[in-house]
């Protein structure tokens, strides 16, 4: 049993990094790149942010495996339902912070802090439930 949850957080995690990744790009590049537009002298230039698009990778890497390491410590075998609350657990526990402390310390438009967290919300939802496929009895 307990080679089973390894290679689940192994998987779960793989599938999360590549998951993540996709969900960023459609929330800040798609979604929200009029936004970001719009308050341009906040922000880096575009050859400024590819320098360091490695640290995200590094981060959504880390931020994947723990995602996927924290559900297998707490399933308790009820597939995408359970991962539909972990979702959302995640997401206020991650998403309310990450989004306003931007709020806060940025220069930024409340509905762009709600947004980001909106759409981060919907992030978490979506990687807790595919937790739960992942991690579902069969």
Same mark, same amino acid.
């Given at each position: ?27 800040? %590049? ?8 719009? %308050? ?22 880390? %931020? ?71 991690? %579902?009895?069969?």
């Amino acid at each position: 049993m307990k080679r089973y949850f390894k290679n689940r957080v192994l998987f779960g995690g793989v599938v999360l990094f590549v998951l993540i990744n996709i969900a960023n790009y459609v929330i800040h %590049q798609v979604l929200l790149g009029a936004d970001y537009a719009s %308050q341009d002298k906040l922000w880096r230039t575009g050859p400024e942010i590819a320098d360091k698009m490695w640290i995200f990778q590094v981060i959504f890497l880390v %931020q994947a495996y723990f995602l996927s390491f924290l559900f297998s410590r707490g399933y308790e075998g009820t597939g995408w339902v359970e991962g539909l609350r972990y979702g959302v657990i995640m997401g206020i526990f991650l998403k309310i912070p990450e989004a306003y402390s931007q709020f806060v310390v940025l220069p930024i438009s409340y509905s762009l802090a709600l947004k980001t967290f909106a759409y981060g919300m919907i992030e978490m939802v979506i990687l807790g439930c595919v937790l739960g496929f992942i991690y %579902q009895k069969k």
